[in-house]
Nanobody, 122 residues
């Protein structure tokens, strides 16, 4: 079974870069046809899809976050990474990595990480 695990700092200061890593086990991020996504949920709000990386390495981003978001991967470690620059307190959220045959909130996701809380505060 595929398992995903988020890791990274739980506290980030405003203007800094938020960096999270998703470690995948039980499956390869280079296996055909799967997208690997980052999704977040601010407190009291709904899920927000941020971006994804395809098995080929192609990336896709939410228009509202594209200017600040970068997703990359390390195939040797079976990991993919989120970087969100110039963070503000509005970026405080639970961050999830997930996987499925598509991307965006209109698509089902087969696998989810447990989520990790990230707080942006001075």
């Amino acid at each position: 079974q595929v398992q995903l695990q988020e890791s990274g700092p739980g506290l980030v200061k405003p203007s800094q870069t938020l960096s999270l890593t998703c470690t995948v086990s039980g499956g390869s991020i280079t296996t055909n046809s799967y997208y690997w996504s980052w999704i977040r949920q601010p407190p009291g709000k709904g899920l927000e899809w941020m971006g994804a990386i395809f098995y080929s390495g192609s990336t896709y981003y939410s228009p509202s976050l594209k200017s600040r978001t970068s997703i990359s991967r390390d195939t040797s470690k079976n990991q993919f990474t989120l970087q969100l620059t110039s963070v503000t307190p509005e970026d405080t959220a639970v961050y999830y990595c997930s996987s499925g045959r598509g991307y965006g909130l209109g698509s089902p996701y087969d696998y989810w990480g447990q989520g990790t809380q990230v707080t942006v505060s001075a």
